[in-house]
């Protein structure tokens, strides 16, 4: 095979699953020949265009011994990915101990957030756009990877999981993300500048993990 590029908002799991279904996502990324971007990303945080290569060798098989005269069964289970969300409240306190439903491709998920508001769940690798209700309140998402926090897509699309609402994850200062940022300061004691300087950005990594 040959280096893949990687699309907007895709992860790992999704380049195997299109272009190498038949390696598994921890062969790709520790392969020699990735060493170099995955000092620099993850799986699960990938830039437009970054390079990716796909292995040219024939995968690992696993084989089985079988003995005549018995039955077997086999299931075969789809490819799935993490879904992490954590989620806020207009006035900024974490939607603790919510029910929710989440929708994604009409398929229909219900749980209830962690103290800390947040979700996570296993999700087809294939889900991509959703709708997401709790309380009173219900929000779009959208499903795939993260652009690097170094990017301005790579800050509104975190704001936007955290519940700031930037406005469009287009790459563009405008005054939604100006305002999600300054609000995400305030909640950090930080200088609420708009600007997102090293500690913003520190910040926002610890906050959203990635």
């Excluded at 991509?128 to 652009?147: M, P, S, V, Y």
Aim: glycine fraction near 10%; aromatic fraction near 8%; charged fraction near 25%.
């Amino acid at each position: 095979m040959a280096y893949y590029q990687v699309k907007p908002n895709q992860t790992l799991h999704e380049i195997v699953a299109e272009a190498a279904p038949q390696f598994g996502v921890t062969q790709v990324k520790e392969h020699e020949k990735n060493a170099g971007l995955f000092k620099l990303r993850n799986e699960y945080v990938l830039r437009t265009g970054d390079l990716v290569w796909l292995p040219e060798e024939e995968p690992q098989r696993k084989s089985f011994r079988l003995t005549a005269g018995k039955s077997y069964h086999f299931r075969v289970v789809g490819l799935m990915r993490p879904l992490k969300l954590r989620l806020r409240f207009p006035d900024g306190g974490p939607a603790a101990n919510e029910e929710y439903e989440l929708e994604l491709d009409g398929t229909v998920y219900k749980g209830s957030t962690d103290a800390e508001g947040s979700i996570d769940i296993q999700v087809p690798i294939t889900a991509t756009n959703g709708l997401l209700k709790i309380d009173q309140f219900a929000q779009a998402i959208l499903i795939g990877g993260l652009e690097p926090l170094t990017t301005i897509k790579g800050v509104q699309g975190r704001l936007a999981n955290l519940g700031y609402m930037p406005g469009p994850v287009d790459g563009v200062v405008g005054r939604m993300t100006i305002a999600a940022i300054v609000a995400f300061q305030r909640s950090k004691g930080l200088e609420a500048d708009g600007i997102v300087g090293p500690k913003t950005r520190a910040a926002l990594k610890e906050e959203y993990g990635v």
